[in-house]
Each structure stands twice: as C-alpha cells, then as structure tokens.
C-alpha cells in the first residue's frame, strides 16, 4: 500500500515530530490551518524551542478498501 502524507519541517532549533491524523468523513486540509502554527510558532509570535516537524497522513476512504498484497 501506498501511504501518501504531507511533511513540513519545523523552523526550531529541535523540533519535535508529530503526526495528524483525520478520520471519515474529515480530510487532510482541515490541518493546513494548524501545520504553519506547530511548524513555525515563531512567525506568530510564539517560541521557536516548540516547533513540530509536521506529518499528516492522506488518509483515503473507500468502499472497497484495498489490503496490502505483500508483508513489508
């Protein structure tokens, strides 16, 4: 299976990873309004030592889910 996801680097000294997730019926986008404010807090007035290295999966919904055809 392939795992389609957005990744936006933090602008801090050391950021921390975190991973935002939606569910059906939500969407991807519904975070583009959040990963600036994790990513680089500073440009909004916050301390550049809590930024996030962002991930959020494209989580795809379907009728017919597919299964992954290989272990790996």
């Known amino acids: 299976m392939r795992i389609h996801f957005l990744h936006v680097r933090?602008?801090?000294p050391?950021?921390?990873p975190i991973i935002l997730t939606h569910g059906w019926p939500g969407?991807?986008?519904e975070m583009l309004k959040l990963i600036p404010l994790l990513?680089?807090?500073?440009e909004f007035g916050g301390d550049p030592q809590?930024?996030?290295?962002v991930v959020?999966?494209?989580c795809r919904?379907?009728?017919f889910p597919t299964s992954?055809?290989?272990p790996g």
């Not at 809590?50 to 290295?53: C, E, I, K, N, T």
């Open 56 to 58: 959020v999966p494209v």
């Open 27 to 29: 969407s991807f986008l």
């Open 10 to 12: 933090g602008h801090g």
């Open 50 to 53: 809590d930024a996030f290295d």
């Open 14 to 16: 050391a950021p921390l």
């Open 61 to 63: 919904a379907s009728a």
């Open 39 to 42: 990513s680089n807090p500073e």
């Open 68 to 70: 992954p055809r290989r």
